[in-house]
């Protein structure tokens, strides 16, 4: 569930001045019908000195005299109803009081105009939000109490050292999707992962979420910089939050790479739905994103994949290999920022074609400005490499080695320069995502 999604509904008072809008209507179109010199019976006081009661009368007067014959009613009224606007009778028809339950009925609707039925309206304040992660921190505490869970110190340890084991992927999707139903199907694939955890200075508990997706039933693929954070914490334990509000713990960490920065999970808990990799891409193939960037509540964008590149660490290894593999970079025209990593990236059929990692600002000229932002996304190719290595204890072990390894000892800098201006690792900027405390 969205911090900040909200169901529609039907406001009372947009509700009761639809109604109201629709009563004058009425009355104004027998008005109409009726004549536009009417005037009140038997009534001495000339229509200017008229009070506001005579015009209630003429209200009711008009509603009861359905049945009464025009020519015994001429002259019934000495109030000139001038200053109420005439209708053609074949629309006032429709809204005249007899067909009130069309009426509510058209009024039910009518604010929720606006957009479709199925489509969320966000709220963007920080109370939301707040409220939103109180909510999910008690549910979490809940189900980690019902799960195996592992704690911060556990998890730790399987950073070092894996438990992998096997998982099959879903096939991939092949019918073309409109932008709406891509934009659906992101936003209930799309998790909110990261840390429920308390921190060094107080005994409360916090969550500090990203983004991730579900590749297998119970598991699911996010950024290593989410897994390794360095976020310092006393206590805390993985959650995946699906856009229901549904809460799974992680139970396992199966395989990582930091070079990669990818981190498959296994979960306990709830159960999500598990999303297609296609690696079947090329320049120029189109691109969308759901994500939560600084903040910004159920962000989606549409782009194209701009290019593919080897990051600036590659080596010249076996391009075959999946230590070569681990350096593969996809450059997105998608929008995300800070707490969109480890989002999934879809295709037009809605399959996963990579997920954000980076991102980073190339400046220039005399005032240094920012002429260019790149957005660095983990090919799908990579994860389905590390999948297929799964059943290969050994090689999961060398590979998060290898990974710690590269990310202490670097054999070129990652520091920008004129070769490399654009190396600025998001894990620099994405350490709490929403702000976390």
Same mark, same amino acid.
């Given at each position: 569930m969205s911090p900040s999604y909200t169901p529609n509904k039907i406001p009372t008072p947009r509700l009761l001045t639809t109604l109201g809008t629709f009563a004058i209507l009425a009355v104004a179109s027998k008005a109409w019908i009726l004549e536009s010199d009417l005037t009140l019976h038997n009534r001495t006081q000339s229509p200017e000195n008229a009070s506001l009661s005579s015009y209630f009368q003429i209200i009711i007067e008009l509603v009861n005299a359905e049945s009464t014959d025009k020519s015994d009613r001429s002259n019934a009224y000495d109030i000139p109803l001038s200053g109420l606007i005439p209708f053609p009778p074949a629309i006032m028809s429709l809204i005249f009081l007899r067909h009130l339950p069309f009426l509510v009925l058209i009024s039910i609707c009518e604010p929720v105009l606006a957009q479709t039925a199925g489509t969320p309206i966000f709220e963007q304040s920080g109370a939301a939000v707040k409220k939103f992660q109180d909510e999910m921190i008690q549910k979490a505490l809940v189900v980690r109490e019902k799960v195996p869970a592992i704690n911060k110190a556990e998890i730790d340890k399987q950073i070092l050292a894996p438990l992998p084991e096997p998982i099959k992927l879903p096939t991939?999707?092949?019918?073309?999707?409109?932008?709406? !139903? &891509?934009?659906?199907?992101?936003?209930?694939?799309?998790?909110?992962?990261?840390?429920?955890?308390?921190?060094?200075?107080?005994?409360k508990w916090h969550i500090n979420l990203a983004g991730g997706y579900s590749i297998a039933p119970n598991v699911i693929a996010t950024c290593d910089h989410i897994l390794a954070t360095k976020t310092k914490m006393r206590d805390g334990f993985i959650v995946a939050i699906d856009h229901t509000g549904n809460i799974a713990c992680g139970v396992a960490i199966l395989a990582r790479n930091a070079t990669m920065d990818v981190a498959i999970i296994k979960l306990a808990g709830a159960k999500f739905a598990p999303v297609p990799l296609n690696a !079947?891409?090329?320049?120029?193939?189109?691109?969308?994103?759901?994500?939560?960037?600084?903040?910004?509540? +159920?962000?989606?964008?549409?782009? &194209? &994949?701009?290019?593919?590149?080897?990051? /600036?660490?590659?080596?010249?290894?076996?391009?075959? #290999? %999946?230590?070569?593999?681990?350096?593969?970079?996809?450059?997105?025209?998608?929008?995300?920022?800070?707490?969109?990593?480890?989002?999934?990236?879809?295709?037009?059929?809605?399959?996963?074609? +990579?997920?954000?990692?980076? %991102?980073? +600002?190339?400046?220039?000229?005399? !005032?240094?400005?920012?002429? %260019? #932002?790149?957005?660095?996304? &983990?090919?799908?190719?990579?994860?389905?490499?590390?999948?297929?290595?799964?059943?290969?204890?050994? @090689? =999961? $072990?060398?590979?998060? #080695?290898?990974?710690? =390894? %590269? $990310?202490?000892?670097?054999?070129? #800098? !990652?520091?920008?320069?004129?070769?490399?201006?654009? =190396?600025?690792?998001?894990?620099?900027?994405? @350490? /709490?995502?929403?702000?976390?405390?």
């Open positions: 991939a999707l092949t019918k073309e999707l409109s932008p709406e !139903d &891509i934009a659906e199907h992101a936003r209930k694939s799309n998790l909110r992962v990261g840390y429920c955890y308390k921190c060094m200075n107080c005994e !079947d891409v090329e320049q120029g193939s189109l691109s969308y994103c759901f994500s939560y960037p600084l903040k910004q509540q +159920g962000y989606f964008s549409a782009g &194209i &994949i701009n290019r593919f590149y080897w990051h /600036n660490r590659y080596q010249d290894q076996d391009k075959k #290999t %999946i230590d070569a593999l681990s350096y593969l970079r996809l450059n997105y025209s998608n929008d995300w920022a800070p707490g969109s990593s480890g989002s999934p990236l879809f295709d037009s059929a809605g399959n996963v074609t +990579g997920h954000v990692s980076t %991102i980073s +600002g190339l400046s220039g000229g005399k !005032d240094k400005s920012t002429m %260019i #932002t790149l957005h660095e996304g &983990i090919p799908a190719r990579a994860v389905q490499a590390l999948v297929a290595a799964l059943d290969k204890p050994q @090689e =999961i $072990a060398r590979l998060a #080695t290898f990974s710690d =390894i %590269i $990310a202490k000892n670097p054999v070129t #800098t !990652d520091k920008p320069s004129k070769e490399n201006p654009e =190396i600025e690792e998001m894990p620099k900027t994405e @350490e /709490n995502p929403e702000g976390g405390e």
